[in-house]
C-alpha cells in the first residue's frame, strides 16, 4: 500500500526564516502530489500540486515545491515565512492517471509555528 | 471552500446514540469522500463514491456508514457512537479527472463522550 511520510511534525520558526518541509511517498509509478494547508480551525486549502512537466512546482503565497522522482520526495519550502504562515501542512499523494482507485493517501502533518 | 458544505460545524453526543453527519456540494463533483482527522494521524479516509450507485470503504470505515442520496449529498453515519470516534471529519469533493484535486469542506467538530 502507498504511504506517505512527513518527517518534521513540530517546526517552529521566527519570521523571515526559511522553510523546507518533508515529504516522501512509497508508490513507484506515476504519482499526482499535493501539499495542503489547514489554518488554525479552518479546513484544508491546496496549496500547489505536481501532476507532471516542470519538477519545481509555484504555489500560492510564495510556496514552492520540488519533486525529485529518485528520491521519492515533494519537499516544499518558502525563502521567507510569516507569522500568517502559522499552520498545519499536509503533503498527499494518489496514483496518477490511470491509476485504479484515484485516492489521495495523506502524511501525517507538520504543524508549522511562527513566532513574530 | 464555500461549494462543500457540511453540517453540523459541531455536535456533542453520548456513546451509543446515533448520529448522521451530512455533506452537501454544489461544485458538480461525481467523488465524494468522508475523512477523519486526528492530531498525529493526519487524515485517514472512511469512505467514498465515485457516483451515487457506487459506494467504497476507506482505510477506517468499521464503526460507520454512507448514504450518498444524490449527487450533491454525501452522509456519514456512527450508527453507535464510542469515544474513540471523537474527531474532526472532513467532506472533500472531486470531478475525476486525472488531476483529482479534491476539494474540502469546512470539517465537522464530533466529540463522543
Known amino acids: 500500500a502507498q504511504s506517505v511520510s512527513q518527517h518534521n511534525h513540530h517546526v517552529i520558526l521566527s519570521e523571515a526564516a526559511s522553510l523546507e518541509l518533508g515529504c516522501n511517498y512509497s508508490?513507484?509509478?506515476?504519482?499526482?502530489l499535493f501539499w495542503y494547508v489547514q489554518y488554525p480551525g479552518q479546513h484544508l486549502q491546496l496549496l500547489l500540486k505536481?501532476?507532471?512537466?516542470?519538477?519545481l512546482v509555484k504555489g500560492i503565497k510564495g510556496f514552492e515545491a520540488e519533486f525529485i522522482k529518485s528520491k521519492f520526495s515533494f519537499n516544499l519550502r518558502k525563502p521567507s515565512v510569516q507569522w500568517s504562515d502559522t499552520a498545519e501542512y499536509f503533503c498527499?499523494?494518489?496514483?496518477?492517471?490511470?491509476?485504479?482507485?484515484?485516492?489521495?493517501?495523506f502524511g501525517t502533518g507538520t504543524l508549522l509555528a511562527v513566532q513574530p | 471552500d464555500a461549494d462543500v458544505t457540511q453540517t453540523p460545524r459541531n455536535r456533542i453526543t453520548k456513546t451509543g446514540k446515533r448520529i448522521m453527519l451530512e455533506c452537501s456540494q454544489t461544485?458538480?463533483?461525481?467523488?465524494m469522500y468522508w475523512y477523519r482527522q486526528d492530531p498525529g494521524l493526519g487524515l485517514r479516509l472512511i469512505y467514498y463514491?465515485?457516483?451515487?450507485?457506487?459506494?467504497n470503504k476507506g482505510e477506517i470505515s468499521d464503526g460507520y456508514s454512507v448514504s450518498r442520496q444524490a449527487q450533491a449529498k454525501f452522509s456519514l453515519s456512527l450508527e453507535s457512537a464510542i469515544p474513540n470516534q471523537t474527531a474532526l471529519y472532513f467532506c472533500?469533493?472531486?470531478?475525476?479527472?486525472?488531476?483529482?484535486?479534491?476539494?474540502f469542506g469546512p470539517g465537522t467538530r464530533l466529540t463522543v463522550l
Open positions: 472533500a469533493t472531486s470531478d475525476g479527472d486525472r488531476n483529482n484535486e479534491q476539494f
Open positions: 508508490y513507484g509509478g506515476t504519482v499526482n
Open positions: 505536481y501532476f507532471s512537466g516542470d519538477p
Open positions: 498527499a499523494v494518489n496514483e496518477g492517471y490511470g491509476g485504479a482507485t484515484n485516492k489521495l493517501i
Open positions: 461544485k458538480g463533483h461525481d467523488r
Open positions: 463514491s465515485f457516483d451515487v450507485k457506487d459506494i
